[in-house]
């Protein structure tokens, strides 16, 4: 069971140690509970989606304690910060550029050079973002496909133990998650409704404002290749072997495969990367986008994949990766 723990100094300090070690957190906040991770790390993210269940990975939020700290991660013109001092702290996330080396985890961005920040407006998720000291991937706290949850119990009765602990703030007063702004097109559009309306914000930068919220789950939509990162190299996956011109993305012991021309893992150099070696899948989710950034060179014909196990985490890459295969 997870532990359901009343916010005080004592508790958001845990907390904040928490999240610092790579942990999961119940967060209130006045949009819906989160499930928050330290953004910069890796693993805990990965951690986020495998407690949900999802079965690929999506972009996420990430949760930030002021407007200075958004420029650390985001690069905003005028207009951005404008609407920033007007909506923030509250329910609106933006969408901008991410500045470089930020040290974001390329996981929580999906492997982007776009990143979604907000600033709740709630006393304790403000508290503990300040306490943890670094950004927070946050999306709601429930499995993946199952309605959001707005309090601690019913955080605690979808997620189970999956969820470390939980600070119990009572009911989230909005309900419904945080209206997502995408800054970086011609005109600010609207990708996910919420509280704060494209009049609000109109009125507020005094420029257009329009909705591109139409559904677009499914794999051919534009708009959704758009917000992932998808390789150009094409992808062989389920690789036995290394073929002339390939770069090999590895999971687990890699010495084994056959590599064209009698060459070795050592003469791929810079076109082998390793996901896990030790056939970890939180270590491989928080390494994917890197990694198939780094191999996707104009120079190799195509990445051949090694094959993963499709459990737990391993079915969310593999989705990913199979998409990528697709394009
Ligand atoms: O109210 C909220 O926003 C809640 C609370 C916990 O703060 N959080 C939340 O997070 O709903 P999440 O991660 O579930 O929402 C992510 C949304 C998705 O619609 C995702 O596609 C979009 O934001 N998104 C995130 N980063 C994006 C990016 N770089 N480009 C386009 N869309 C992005
Ligand atoms: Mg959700």
Known sequence: MTRIVTPSTTSIAEAAALLKAGGLLGLPTETVYGLAADATQGHAVARIFE????????PLIVHVASIEDAQ???VFDAQGLAT???FWPGPLSVIVKQTPHNGLSALATAGLDTVALRCPAHPIARAVIAAAGVPLAAPS?????????????HVAESLGAAVDMILAAGPSN????ST???LTGDVPAILRRGAISADDISRVIEADVVYDDAPS??????????????????????????RAGEALLGFGPAHFIKIA??????TLGAAYKNLSVTGDLHEAASNLFAHLRALDQPAHTAIAVMDIPRTGLGAAIWDRLSRGAGA
Do not use: M
């Not at 993946?144 to 119990?153: A, E, M, R």
């Not at 909005?174 to 998650?177: D, S, T």
């Not at 021309?261 to 050592?266: H, R, S």
């Open 72 to 74: 650390k991660y985001g």
């Open 174 to 177: 909005i309900g419904l998650e």
């Open 217 to 242: 789950d499914t794999p051919k939509s534009p708009g959704q290749l758009l917000r992932h990162y998808a390789p150009t190299c094409p992808l062989r996956l389920g690789a036995t072997d290394v």
């Open 51 to 58: 407690a949900k269940g999802r079965p690929h990975f999506n």
């Open 84 to 86: 920033l001092q007007a």
């Open 261 to 266: 021309g009698g060459g070795t893992l050592e």
């Open 180 to 182: 997502v702004l995408d």
């Open 141 to 153: 706290a429930n499995i993946s496909g199952t309605l959001s949850t707005t309090t601690p119990q």
